[in-house]
């Protein structure tokens, strides 16, 4: 009984590999199956022992051959791809993979070429399977190479030696390399996943290539459909480039999405008003304070919009001669409007402070604000609550020393301008100011002091 299986086994073995020892003699006696036997064979008993591509390109010569000469086949076209996916060459595998598909859902094939495309097992189904095995490694690969381009980045910035920076570099662009290559191949994989274009996306924004992520993101809106996470990324790339128009374009839709979005409604309100659209600007900026009115962006942004109608008022009413028709109630109407836009401006920064008591940028404002006004006790108040956050602010102090001028407090005066000088003694306006100051305390000698020091500082 023994003896019956070996030889039963020696006759199986011969009778798959009769193509191989027929393959020597007349392969022109070959029918197609004869061929995809053969390969099967070097592949299974050959190729998986020693794993060498010479072995499998004997297999794929083999169904190349049966292909030209039996023409277009499913059967063939699947099995070329699956030996150039055994080998690493997936590109070459999508596109026999890619022709199989064609093939079968092509009438024009003969029936009986096309019947292993029906089968319950047909390749379709197969080739699906292929293709997300490859796909998910080379996705799995790339977000691999992110989280090392992201580990390498936070390494690299807590080093300052030079050779470290070096081969932290070398080591972010290979990591940019592979991981890019994945993506394309993931994509050339599967074309219709939108994880890919998204994954491939984040990578372009890592290396700060927004445009590039722009393009990945729209393709993920076109495969999968637009949302708000979509949108998002792709107004804040455009706002990244800076490219204002686009950013508010997208940044529209997202404000479509949610009305309440306080910050798509702040970026629409920062692009137009870098647009120079600033009444379109201020509207967003209305519309945050409706659903915020603490926003501290928000009301840095009204404050300074109603600060630059008043410096355009004023512009304006430089402008009005004597000649001029109604020129008394121009220059009146002007001031008014000054006067009206200096209050609402002031009213914003005031509202930031109440909030930050040390916000610098709206005590700097709002100073201004109180000057212009000749509300000199606030603007001295302001002044000085930001000296003591920022010291040496040259145009802080000089605000400070005008406000005094202003209200006839010389001795006051002298302290922003000796500091002014203390931080910059070859400014000559300032040694001007402090003799002036001098000679209005009755300090003879320093008002002398002061200009000796411009006129050496007016020789050079």
Known sequence: MNKMKIWVAVIVILALAAPTVMAQENRALWNKSTYVQSAKIIY???????????????????????????GPDPELSYSLGV??????????????????????????????????????????????????????DSYNSAVENINQYDTVMARRGRTEASDSLALYDSLKAETLKRGMAEFDLAAMLKPSDPKTYDGKGVFLEREKRYT???????????????NVKDVSKIAYAYISIPDWMNAAIWFERLVDYDPQNISALVNLSICHNSLGDYDKSYTYTEKILSIEPTNPQALYNAGQYWFLKMQQAAADLSEVADSTKGADAKRKEYDAQIADYRTKSADYFEKIIAGN????????????????????????????????L?????????????????????????????????????NAEVWERLEELYRYTNQAEKAEQAKAKVAELRKL
Not at 212 to 226: F, N, P, Q, R, T
């Open 83 to 136: 030996y150039y996916a055994e080998i690493g060459l997936l590109d070459t595998m999508v596109m026999y993979f890619d022709s199989v598909e064609t093939m079968c859902s092509d009438t024009t094939i003969p029936e009986k070429l096309r019947a292993n495309c029906y089968k319950k097992d047909n390749y379709v189904s197969k080739i699906s399977g292929f293709r997300q095995k490859y796909w998910e």
């Open 212 to 226: 590039e992520a722009i393009e990945e993101y729209k393709k993920v809106i076109k495969l999968s459909g637009e």
């Open 390 to 426: 920022e010291p040496n602010d040259a145009g802080v102090l000089d605000y400070l020393g005008r406000t005094y001028i202003q209200m006839g407090k010389f001795q006051e005066a002298l302290f922003p301008y000796e500091k002014l000088v203390e931080n910059d003694p070859g």
């Open 357 to 388: 008591a040390e916000d610098k940028d709206a005590l700097k404002r709002l100073g201004l604000l109180y000057l212009l006004s000749q509300q000199n006790e606030k603007a001295v108040d302001a002044f000085s609550k930001f000296i003591a």
């Open 44 to 70: 299974q008993h050959e190729y998986k022992a020693q794993k060498t591509k010479d072995i499998m390109y004997r297999c794929i010569d083999l169904i190349k051959e049966a292909d030209g000469r039996f």
